[in-house]
């Protein structure tokens, strides 16, 4: 459990340093936009492209590290409900749909998608579209990776007697 948690806190690290990088350049971007278009009326469409583009990546970092977190909307009144070992399967269950789910739709369907865009040039940037794409399956990997993690911590809190009812611990379902 100790390598999946430093790992874990490695990608936590790099999603929000990316994040927050991605965010910042992309205010920077806007700003900018908006003095170029309204005050020297010579709007940019560099900056436009390149916002839209880090607007996207910074929307699948923050899904990721959310879900990591367990920081996500959840709607627990029923789980809550159960017992503990109901509870923790529950948890499991979801988790394993998702890692499946993020497997087959992000991860492949989202690499398919990169690969068939790799001919697409943006007009402003004159770069690839699948760069934008390719932060589908990029964080698909990493929420697959939270996907085990969760299912683990479901267990051993289940096993050390951590889940009771209505603990507001977190979780995936």
Known sequence: MKTLNAIKAVFDKILEVLGIICLSVMTVMIVYQVVARYVFNSPSAISEALAQFLFVWMIMFGSAY??????????????????????????????????????????????????????????????????????????????????????VRSIRNYREGKRKLSDPLGGTA
């Open 66 to 151: 959310v879900y990591g977190s367990l920081e996500h909307l959840t709607i627990d009144l029923l789980k809550d409900k159960f017992p503990p070992k109901m509870n923790m399967i529950v948890e499991v269950i979801t988790n394993v749909c998702l890692f499946f789910f993020v497997m087959l739709v992000c991860v492949i369907g989202g690499w398919k998608y990169t690969f068939g865009q790799k001919a697409q040039i943006d007009a402003a940037l004159h770069i690839s579209k699948a760069i934008m794409y390719f932060s589908v399956p990029f964080t698909g990997v990493i929420t697959m990776y939270y996907a085990v993690c969760n299912c």
